[in-house]
């Protein structure tokens, strides 16, 4: 039987648990980076956390794998889903500190959280200011290009545009975070 409009197929669990086993330490840190940058506006929650909930529900099958996505954008999908979500229910409930509960006014609004997020972009870009290839991949992964517009975009063939990914990814993790080292 064939396909409805707008329906897709989407990976068997078998197909789910091998995609997951074949994680290289390399796309870990990747993802923890994507997971980072989606948890800095969270109020209760960290990436791990974040990165967490976005394995259990793709391998509870709460969160379907459409076939023809890849990986790191499937990913980055569910763990953006999961923090809107985590941020929506930070605003409804009241947080219980050890003394008292904390108003719901002094939980961050949307305009903060927003700004957060300007923020933090800003300081990644300034941070990549010196090397063009690595700031237009940055910029094209804002925008959620495809591999191959960045590719075109920045005239960089496949070798150029990993190793200018790499460069920007390696930049980040020292930059914006000190516990590491190359």
């Not at 923090?83 to 961050?108: F, G, S, T, V």
């Not at 804002?142 to 990914?165: I, K, M, N, P, V």
């Amino acid at each position: 039987m064939g396909q409805m409009d707008g329906e897709c197929d989407h990976l068997t669990f078998d197909e789910v648990r091998r995609a997951l086993d074949r994680l290289r330490p390399a796309d870990i840190v990747r993802l923890t980076l994507l997971a980072r940058v989606w948890a800095s506006t969270l109020a209760r929650r960290d990436a791990d956390d974040l990165l967490n909930e976005a394995f259990d529900r793709i391998i509870s099958g709460r969160r379907p794998w459409p076939a023809d996505l890849s990986l790191p954008t499937f990913l980055n999908g569910v763990m953006r889903s999961i923090a809107h979500q985590w941020r929506h229910e930070d605003r409804r409930e009241a947080l219980i500190n050890d003394d008292d509960a904390i108003a719901l006014d002094q939980i961050r609004d949307e305009d903060q959280v927003d700004y957060v997020m300007i923020d933090l972009k800003e300081r990644m870009r300034d941070a990549l200011a010196d090397d063009p290839e690595a700031l237009g991949i940055f910029t094209h992964i804002l925008a959620d290009s495809d591999r191959e517009e960045a590719q075109a975009a920045l005239g960089l063939d496949a070798q150029g545009y990993d190793t200018a990914r790499r460069r920007m990814i390696r930049h980040m993790f020292t930059t914006f975070n000190t516990g590491w080292s190359p």
